[in-house]
């Protein structure tokens, strides 16, 4: 069968394209290495499964192809051409010499925080680029990314919306409509799931914090369950947070990873350009090296925590509720406002926050609310304990502790 394809292939392109050899990695695609008659030059031919092809166009699809292929972004793996092999559809990209996201993370299962923030840099710049002409991925995932040299590309851009526009089935469905779910379980955005056919780029930025996530914690949100399991973990499951999974995950890091997680897409960074402001505020994390600056932060982190660990012990009303004892006392770390309006600072408030809550859900007697609980009230700088509802949420809180403001 293999054979089979190759010689299909072959025969289409004719004396176009000599294909050498195939590559693996491809999942149910076939990549394959060739070499293009006409300029000399490598590149790739990538043909699609047979599965995506019922009531597929394929001038259509070409079509959509040419659209794509007009990306030109030093982060972005241009496509070249497109075509269709009696019925099986492919389209060709420059050849990188380098190893896919996927392949460095299984050379460790994590990477340096400072690899890390560089190679999401790149892909935050290729995002931008592309959302910026109305172009989305649909499947930012650590096999798209690929590393050469001392940077990053983004590859099959644009590849499946160019597959939805061409799918023609009755009624017009589109793929996702007709039942094929384009997107990668461990990587899809909640609305992605639920099949709503106003998705648009934030869901991009949903996937680039799943492949953040795992870049930094060896595993992606929910891996290790079944497909099914996964998606519905997407709509109504909060992940476990980056900092509790890695400790060195600097806060301003820790922060935009989660909320890049929102399930809700307003509630995520709204562009790939506040991915990039985000990034930029983290630095380039070498060794640790704590400055006089971030030594402060850190101790006034510490001090604010041990007050309001006190303040919760001693103030927290205990009421009977399952799963509760006498010695339980539930909490929720309402985040440090940030009053100076700084969006890069936004961030490092939320870091802090979050390594607090951390840091006190690891106190014995202590149960920390939801990250989405507390988060209600980000920003509120009235907030009056008095007027909120009890409990807050299904964890039994009781009552909020704010920390004080970052300026």
Known sequence: MAGDLREQLQSTLGGAYTLERELGGGGMSRIFVAHETRLGRTVVVKVLPSGLMAGLSAERFEREIRLVAQLQHPSIVPVLSAGDADGLPYYTMPFVAGLSLRARLADGGTLPVAEAVRILRDVARGLEYAHGRGVVHRDIKPENILIAGDGAVITDFGIAKALDAS???????????????????????????????????????????????????????????????????????????????????????????????????????????????????????????????????????????????????????????????????????????????????????DGISDELATAVGRLPGIQVASRSTAYRFRGRRDLDVRDLPHPLDETGVERLQPVRELR
């Open 167 to 349: 799918r023609s089935v009755a009624g017009g469905a589109t793929l996702t409509e007709a039942g094929t779910m384009l997107g990668t379980p461990q990587y899809m955005a909640p609305e992605q799931v639920a099949g709503d056919p106003n998705a648009d780029h934030r869901a991009d930025i949903y996937a680039f914090g799943a492949t953040a996530y795992e870049m930094l914690g060896g595993a992606a949100p929910f891996a290790g369950r079944a497909p099914h399991q996964i998606l519905a973990a997407h709509v109504s499951e909060a992940p476990k947070p980056i900092a509790a999974v890695r400790a060195d995950t600097p806060p301003g890091l820790a922060a935009l990873v989660m909320r890049c997680l929102e399930k809700d897409p307003s509630h995520r960074p709204q562009s790939a350009r506040e991915l990039l402001e985000a990034l930029e505020a983290v630095g380039t994390p070498t060794t640790p090296h704590t400055t006089p600056r971030a030594r402060s932060v850190r101790l006034a982190a510490i001090a604010v925590a041990t007050v309001l660990v006190a303040a919760v012990v001693l103030l927290s009303t205990r009421r009977g509720r399952a799963g509760a004892t006498e010695d339980n006392a539930t909490l929720a770390v309402v985040p440090f406002a940030n009053v100076g309006g700084d969006s890069t600072q936004q961030y490092f408030a």
